[in-house]
């Protein structure tokens, strides 16, 4: 069954990490742009009903309550399981919880990335552990736990004692889901160009080095395990029964449409997007955008081998991707089990490397 993504690229800050199309916007810029979203929602023609819903942005709790609730309005109901909305921590109120909730919102993605307050500082986030304490406490409190809380190992002055401290907040709040994300260097984040420079802003010099970071990363998967979070994605760790409907439709394939700023669709076969820049997204005529074909071999290998359980490869697969299939199975980095191809834990810390040799040229 299809999803929905929907984009609201405002933000109260820009954190030195962040890649994404967003920002601190104005009022008249968030009014303008709300009204674009809900004109290409109202306008789209709904020739399936969508199971699930994700806000993304951005921070979409920011959304005045009125017009997220008339947005989501627009959504055709009758089959949604699972609808996501991604908060900051600080940003939730009990009058707006209760208002999503009435609108269908069953599950928040609260972007945490640390607990430290040296770490928070430097990339440029304003809330503290208490603040999430507090959230949780507002969310389980009103009815609503099915509850995210993301985490990035290897940010500015991360050292082991710090992350360790943010692994131990984590095991305290007994969240059933956590995002737990590689830093990567990305030319298109503030921090990452300032490394890509070989600048000293943006806390540059207390980077930890790929190994520290890809080590601390290994902790928290073996830390998220003995809290009964299991590995179902490169990044994400579930409690059975409490993985993200939405996610999995983006590694498995499956159709979903974006709406705003950045936003991308893809129907099974051809791929989609909006403009990336908030000027371009308001004068462009959207119902005359370039499509691409998918390449479905290249994708399955791509983003199915990002799930724990693997993928099962065509007749077809196996010829045409057999060395690369052959080199990464012997460096012990991929692992062949009856008709089942998977990463192995040490494939997951190169897994980028791998991804790149089943691209077709």
Known sequence: MPGVYISYPFCNQKCSF???ASGVGTGDSQGRYTAALLHEVGAHQWTWLPETLYLGGGTPSLMPIEQLTNLLRLIPRERLMEVTVECAPGTLSEAS?????????????LGVQSFDPTELRHT???HRAETVREDVALLRRIGLTNINIDLIAGL?????????????????????????????????SRLGKEILLGGQRYS??????EETAAQFYEE???????????????SNFARPGFQSRHNLKYWKREPYVGFGLDAHSFDGTVRWSNPDSLEAYLAVSLENREVEPACAEEEHFFVGLRLTEGIQPTAD????????IAKWKEAGMLQHEGSTLRLSDAGVLVSNEIFQEFLLV
């Open 18 to 20: 962040c890649n994404f």
């Open 97 to 109: 919880v209760r208002a999503w909730m009435k609108a269908g919102v069953n599950r928040v993605s």
């Open 124 to 126: 440029g986030r304003r």
């Open 156 to 188: 500015p002055h991360q050292t082991p004692q710090s992350w360790n401290a943010s692994l131990a907040h984590l095991e305290q709040l007994e969240v059933p889901h956590s995002s737990v994300y590689i830093f990567e260097i990305d030319e298109d």
């Open 204 to 209: 540059t010099g207390f980077m930890p080095s």
């Open 220 to 234: 928290g998967v073996a830390r998220l395990r003995d809290m009964g979070l299991q590995r179902y994605e490169i």
């Open 317 to 324: 697969e196996w010829r045409q991707f057999a060395r690369p």
